[in-house]
C-alpha cells in the first residue's frame, strides 16, 4: 500500500481527478506487475509515502491503462511522474535510491 488516505492504484479515470484536484504534490508511479525494477522500487516509494505526508503517492499499471501510458509516452518503466497543479514537474525513470527520489520530490515542495 502506498498511501497514508486512500487507494494505491488508481485508473485512468481516477487519475485526472486526482492530479487536478488534489491540494498536494502527486507522485504517480507507472509500473508493471511483471516488471522487475518496478517491485524493487516498490518498497521505496511505500517508505516515501509513509515520511512523505505532504505528499500524494499513487500507482498506474501500464499494461492496464495503455492510453494513459501512451499520453504521457511512457516507454521505460518504473516512470515516476511528478504532478503539481495537475502539470507534470519532473520525470524519474528508473530505479533509484531513496534518497534521490525524496530529494527530487523535495525541489517542488
Known amino acids: 500500500m502506498y498511501n497514508n488516505d486512500s487507494e494505491t492504484e488508481i485508473t485512468e479515470k481516477e487519475f485526472s481527478d486526482l492530479i487536478n484536484n488534489s ?4 507522485v504517480v508511479d507507472f509500473f508493471a506487475e511483471w516488471c522487475m525494477p518496478c517491485l524493487m522500487i516498490a518498497p521505496i516509494i511505500e517508505e516515501l509515502a509513509e515520511k512523505m505526508k505532504e505528499v500524494k503517492f499513487t500507482r498506474i499499471n501500464v499494461d492496464d491503462n495503455k492510453n494513459l501510458a501512451g499520453k504521457y509516452n511512457i516507454s521505460s518503466i518504473p516512470c ?19 534518497e534521490i527520489i525524496e530529494e527530487k520530490i523535495k525541489n517542488y515542495f
Open 23 to 26: 491540494h498536494k504534490l502527486v
Open 80 to 98: 515516476l511522474i511528478i504532478f503539481k497543479n495537475g502539470e507534470e514537474v519532473k520525470r524519474i525513470i528508473g530505479s533509484q535510491t531513496s
